[in-house]
């Protein structure tokens, strides 16, 4: 066997036995949303026959007010962001205008802040805004830190694309308008669909967000729900497991089809230095 025939095979078994770590928990949690607590007890790791399918339709009826409040959420959370983080990025990466860098570097400087730091300012003027134990006092903290986000990295993607496409197109008469509309937003789809999957990303991990502004159970998202959940099904742990299988599925289903747009998008954000 030749050295490099060792080498793919070590490297295969190593990347192998890191896939199994990683996805062992998830694994773990679809055998063990099937099963009744005796048999939960009985074996944790291994699968137990006969399956309890009744679990999901349990962990359904308690699970899908908060699916849908995530799913509203992200959704107006992405919109809000694609409306301002393209446009934005655009103007720093296309115009030139005095202060152009110093403004980008503030902008820039906004990820290097902990969101801890900013959590007791943001609570008094969410409460000062009356907008708390609302969907609006879930949505709004996401837009601004995802457009932040997305203002940096499609800026660095968009200044890598060719200026020469922008330069035909001002001879042919397209103005500002049009130059993003028709040309900087098409070209720039896979970071456009990364930002979009990190928000859809934030909204189902915030956690303690949620938890701290929200009261009323009809407004909670997926991580806070769950938590209520669990409280209230502490003995019942087949429907819990469902529960957690259902609140992941979204993702799963969204990073399947979208992650070679994700990659890309990251790339590209990272291959260009301007």
């Known amino acids: 066997m030749s050295r490099t025939r ?16 990683g996805l062992f928990p998830y694994l773990f949690m679809l055998a063990a949303s099937v099963k009744d607590n005796e048999q939960f007890f009985a074996g944790y790791w291994s699968p137990a026959w006969p399956f309890h399918l009744g679990n999901y339709a349990v962990a359904w009826e308690q699970v899908s007010p908060y699916l849908l409040t995530s799913f509203v959420v992200a959704g107006l959370a992405i919109a809000g962001t694609l409306v301002l983080a393209p446009a934005a990025a655009f103007v720093f990466a296309r115009f030139r205008f005095p202060g152009r860098g110093a403004l980008f570097g503030l902008i820039a400087a906004l990820l290097m802040v902990p969101s801890i730091t900013s959590l007791v300012p943001l609570f008094v003027l969410m409460r000062d805004l009356g907008i708390l134990d609302s ?25 890598q694309i060719p200026e020469e496409i922008f330069e035909a197109a001002r001879v042919d008469g397209a103005g500002g308008t049009r130059l993003f509309l028709a040309f900087m937003v098409p070209l720039s789809r896979p970071v ?35 938590a209520f959940f669990a409280n209230q099904n502490a003995q019942q742990w087949g429907p819990l497991f469902a529960g957690y299988v259902l609140a992941s599925l979204p993702l799963v289903v969204l990073f399947t089809f979208l992650s070679k747009w994700f990659l890309a998008g990251i790339q590209g954000g990272i291959v260009s230095g301007r």
């Open 135 to 159: 969907r609006l006092v879930l949505i709004v903290p996401h837009v601004t830190a995802n457009t932040v986000f997305g203002i940096v990295v499609m800026r660095t993607y968009m200044a």
């Open 6 to 21: 060792r080498t793919d095979l070590v490297a295969g078994a190593v990347l192998a036995v890191l896939a199994f770590a």
């Open 192 to 226: 456009i669909g990364t930002v979009a999957l990190m928000t859809v990303l934030g909204v189902w991990n915030d956690y303690f967000w949620p938890l701290l502004t929200v009261q009323t159970d009809a407004y909670r998202t997926i991580p806070a729900g769950l």
